[in-house]
């Protein structure tokens, strides 16, 4: 094949709409060969295919799978319900289809610490993150003029112990229109009943890297153990406090010569990285919850 026809073949895809599958379930023969030849039947061409299998025999599978369809808006509906009834029954699959035209709504969490929620705005208005910030919701007002600066709409919902009720359900009205909630160093612990009608769709940066280091002031918490490396952690909220499944990590040395407000410079450094990097692989669903843990194909 000439690099001419290469390139046609490349332009022909470019002008298709895309979609991503995600797909877990038992680990067994013919998955792949079953989900290739139903896209091969609708027409469709596999652009990116990643898996991964816990074991070679009776494991957890999980895949994700990007493809090409000229008229994939018009047949989705029937494309979900076709996989559905001839591949996903058969192989008893936890799946989704996701149209990578329709960016998903991305609602913030933030009190008064802003290095994580600036840069998630950041880049946002850069066009770096697939996904749509629609609105910030904080426990204080100090962020207000930050956030419009964006364009991006700010809502106070102050919170004491005893109205934690009522600003739960004015948040959850406030953000009923958003796919996945992200804690910009939000500090204030939600409740069960919020976390549960939310589940696996609020992510959170934690200012350590965990398991070490949970609740507050992880930093002084370091300094006082004399680590050598400290951390953020990327994670699902679950109602056990920083102990839902983790997204990402990362890490950086540091010596006894540093002290807490050093510690704390560098740990938001980490933070927001950590948290962009956690937000953009769940929006390109990316992550996969399996149990306690995520599977990542990033």
């Known amino acids: 094949m000439s690099n001419q026809d290469n ?21 067994q023969a013919g998955i792949v060969q079953a989900v ?5 039947r609708y027409g469709a061409n596999i652009i990116t295919l990643d898996q991964y299998s816990t074991a070679h025999e009776g494991g957890q599978y999980f895949m994700r799978l990007e493809f090409a369809l000229t008229n994939l808006h018009d047949i989705f509906d ?5 996989f559905e009834h001839t591949v996903a029954k058969r192989y008893d699959m936890a799946w989704q289809i996701h149209d990578n035209s329709i960016k998903p709504k991305v609602g913030i969490l933030v009190s008064k610490f802003d290095h994580a929620l600036l840069d998630l705005l950041w880049r946002h208005q850069r066009g770096l993150l697939a996904c749509e910030i629609t609105k910030v919701v904080s ?21 004491s112990k005893a109205t934690k009720a009522e600003a739960e359900a004015k948040i959850n ?33 934690h200012h350590s890297f965990l398991p070490a280091f949970v609740g507050a002031d992880p930093y002084q918490q370091a300094y006082d153990k ?33 002290g807490v407000p050093e510690l704390r410079a560098i740990g938001r450094d980490i933070e927001r990285n950590v948290l962009a990097r956690a937000v953009n692989w769940h ?8 149990g306690h843990k995520t599977v990542v194909f990033n």
């Open 7 to 27: 390139n046609t073949i490349k332009q022909e895809i470019a002008k298709q709409d895309t979609a991503t599958l995600t797909i877990k379930c038992q680990d």
């Open 36 to 40: 290739s030849e139903f896209l091969f």
């Open 78 to 82: 029937n494309l979900e319900q076709s």
């Open 139 to 159: 426990n204080h007002n100090d962020l207000r003029q930050a956030v419009e600066n964006f364009g991006i709409e700010y809502h106070h919902v102050p919170v």
């Open 173 to 205: 009205e406030l953000m009923a229109d958003n796919d996945v909630l992200v804690l910009a160093r939000y500090m204030q612990i939600l409740s069960e009943d919020f976390v549960n009608k939310w589940s696996m769709k609020i992510i959170n940066i």
């Open 226 to 258: 004399g680590v050598k490396l400290i951390g953020a952690t990327a994670h699902y909220v679950t109602a056990e406090l920083d102990q839902g499944p983790i997204i990402e990590q990362d890490v950086h040395r540091v010596t006894h010569r540093q």
């Open 283 to 290: 929006v390109q669903n990316r992550v996969i919850v399996d």
